[in-house]
């Protein structure tokens, strides 16, 4: 992942001519901590698992990112994440850093009891270097708002007094906002409301095929549906389901929420990932892991539009195929910036102690990714460039305003 964000971040900054000096700092991390944490399993045992915690810059405030738990988690994906994590926050234009974490890890393999003291013991080895004001911790891959509320625990009782705003996603009982599990949805809907607007051409009922059915894909497939777009195909890691003429997307999401998987639902046809991402349709949404989109298929794409939803979705080779094709790109930098916006509405109420209603969130995020997209497609035109790189340039162009602003420590 990071020869892609590196790739595009690059290209910005050759754009931009970018001070030397600039570019340096704003490419690398500014801390990389790994750590290994011991838990005792069920049985009595100790295993090791290897912890990190990657911190890209705070020029542009305290950082925040996510966590996740994943077997085939690396150090290399983790910086490319935090990368994409400051640039997500600039283009937006939310006063945050970049962060992400991970613990190398099946979740499925561990019980709800070991997932816990797994999840505090890597909050312990990281103490020192998180905080409110410092890197503020978000749900993301296996990861959840119970995994939150253990984090924010776990932070409160060393720093004895309850601090909500040191994580963000968390139950709305524990200091959660309205509009968290829906915000990477509703933004990607806010999205393709602009971009529609923007393109002309927009059909009665866009079809839509999403690529995953959680907290992103899911919500995205719930708000859309609502909003009248045919969502004709959902996939996720156990299967996936197709219908031309649209499928009952509650009903779909019932099931899936009930059975944890998509496999084995009968009202519709069923279809596999690769199926799904070359499917004919208006708007294609991956949304669920890194490198979907590859030089093997991007040839192949059907879609209109390519929302991509999750970090990564696709490889180098296939983003300078798309970069050459007629597709027009939303990049994962503007379709993930629902939930980031979301996530510093949360730690603003968190700080000030009060709770915006549901309709006040949402208005405002609205707000948020109108302006962005705006912002990015003022940008494409004033460069000549298309919208992944213009979202860079602009991402850029902030980053670097904030740290010449700021000036070097050195």
Known sequence: MTRVVSMYFNRAADILNLDPNYRLILGLPGRELAVNLPVEMDSGEIQIFPGYRVQHHVAMGPMH???????????????????????TSAVADVPFGGSMGGIICDPNQLSIHELERLTRRYVVEILDIIGTERDILAPDFSTDQQVMAWIMDTYSMHAR?????IVTGKPLELGGSH????????????????????????????????????????SAAKLLHQA???????????????????????????????????AGYTEADTLTDEE?????????????????????????????????????????????????????????????????????????????????????VLERLRDKVTAMYHNVVKAAETYGVNLRDASYLVGVQHMGRDLALRGIYA
């Open 276 to 360: 799904l991402l070359t499917i004919d349709c208006d708007v294609l949404v991956p949304a669920y892991l890194q490198n979907q989109i590859t030089a093997k298929n991007a040839y192949k794409l059907r879609c209109r539009i390519l929302c991509e939803a999750a970090y990564g979705a696709s490889t180098v080779e296939a983003s300078q195929i798309l970069d050459d094709s007629d597709i027009y790109v939303i990049p994962a930098i503007m379709g993930e910036s629902g939930g980031t916006i979301v996530r510093y509405f949360e730690w603003v109420q968190n700080r000030i102690g009060f709770r915006w209603r549901r309709h006040v």
């Open 161 to 165: 007094q309850t601090v909500t705003a």
């Open 228 to 262: 009248g777009y045919k969502v004709i195909a959902i996939t996720d890691s156990g299967g996936g389901v197709y219908h031309p003429d649209g499928l009952d997307v509650p009903d779909v999401l019932e099931y899936f929420a009930h059975n944890g998987s998509l």
């Open 65 to 87: 990112g996510g966590l996740r738990y994943r077997p085939d988690l690396t150090l290399d994906d983790l910086r490319a994440l935090a990368l994409w994590a400051t640039l």
């Open 179 to 218: 509009g968290s599990h829906e915000s990477v949805g509703y933004g990607v809907w806010c999205l393709l409301d602009a971009t529609f607007k923007h393109l002309g051409n927009k059909p009665a009922q866009p079809r839509v095929a999403i690529q995953g059915a959680g907290r992103r894909g899911g």
